[in-house]
């Protein structure tokens, strides 16, 4: 599974967007790009996941580069319970280890 | 409500004595893993399961069982806990293909080793 670069933190303001770049230049044709977050301690939430084309769902919206080789995160109006750590992970559909890095700690503030 | 469970949420237990820590889904997903994580070094794969009676070793299974009897029930078993065992758990689940579906997790299980 190709290896993913996020910053390692990030600051946005209450009700601003949040845009959470991550590179992933060695992805290959069949690797989807998935976004989960993990506030304090709890379980990692799925938030979004993609192939090519930009996805849009209730959380956030995804966009994807033409070449795949990066995407952002897009949380459109952050809010204090958005403070968390963002991972960003590329791996293909089947097979069954999901490796988290690092991640981005975005802190929302009022 | 679809959903991963683990219990207990806490634990803490004294080296060498045997513990179980219990996680059921109830989305007949054929997929479930087990993770730890610990300051500095993320989330770790411990062991997975691709199906009843199918599993294998991730990243770090030293000093660790698993089995998977059931669909729905993936327990983690530790025979003789260690203190570098300590860390938080978690359990995972998802369906083994279709539109990428990523693991749902479950709220994690915190375990004290002294």
């Known amino acids: 599974d190709a290896k993913t670069t996020q910053p390692p933190s990030m600051d946005c303001a209450e009700g601003r967007a949040a845009n959470l770049p991550c590179n992933h230049s060695?992805?290959?044709?069949?690797?989807?790009v998935y976004w989960y977050r993990q506030i304090h301690s709890q379980g990692p939430q799925y938030i979004i996941h993609?192939?090519?084309n930009n996805e849009t769902n209730e959380m956030a919206s995804l966009i994807i580069t033409e070449d795949r080789k990066s995407s952002t995160l897009i949380l459109p109006h952050a809010t204090l319970r958005d403070t968390a750590v963002y991972y960003c992970?590329?791996?293909?559909?089947?097979?069954?280890?999901?490796?988290f890095g690092p991640g981005t700690r975005l802190s929302v503030l009022p | 409500e679809a959903q991963v469970t683990q219990n207990p949420r806490y634990l803490i237990t004294v080296t060498g004595k045997k513990l179980t820590v219990t996680c059921s889904q109830n989305?007949?997903?054929?997929?479930m893993s087990w993770y730890r994580q610990d300051p500095g070094l993320g989330l770790r794969q411990i062991y997975y399961?691709?199906?009843?009676?199918?599993?294998d070793k991730g990243d770090v299974p030293e000093g660790y069982k698993v089995s998977r009897k059931e669909k729905r029930n993936f327990p983690l078993i530790l025979e003789s806990p260690s203190p570098n065992q300590t860390s938080l758990y978690f359990c995972?689940?998802?369906?083994?293909?279709?539109?990428?579906?990523?693991?749902?997790f479950g709220s994690g299980t915190r375990l004290t080793v002294v």
């Open positions: 995972a689940s998802r369906p083994r293909t279709g539109a990428g579906y990523g693991y749902t």
């Open positions: 060695t992805i290959s044709g069949n690797e989807y």
């Open positions: 993609g192939l090519k």
């Open positions: 992970i590329v791996r293909r559909d089947y097979g069954q280890n999901f490796v």
């Open positions: 989305m007949n997903h054929e997929y």
């Open positions: 399961s691709m199906n009843v009676e199918v599993t």
